[in-house]
């Protein structure tokens, strides 16, 4: 199966300091079976995508400024 198409410019992505953790994110969402990722679900059904959105649904906190 072809990667997600929103891969690309995924926003989530710069959120992440760890880069092998970003790489753990997207073998288990981004390649394969992309339809499990909230994200993708979301974008598809025209659903605002908040940027800290993880791909299981979870929610990241964000950092105060």
Not at 19 to 34: H, I, N, P, R, T
Not at 39 to 57: D, E, F, T
Request: hydrophobic fraction near 30%; charge should be neutral; include cysteine.
């Amino acid at each position: 199966m072809p990667d997600c198409p929103n891969t690309a410019r995924c926003p989530l992505f710069p959120l992440f300091a760890v880069k092998s953790l970003l790489e753990l994110w997207k073998v288990q969402y981004c390649s394969g079976d992309f339809t499990r990722c909230e994200r993708y679900q979301r974008s598809q059904a025209g659903q605002p995508i908040p940027p800290n959105l993880l791909p299981n649904g979870s929610e990241l906190p964000i950092p105060e400024a």
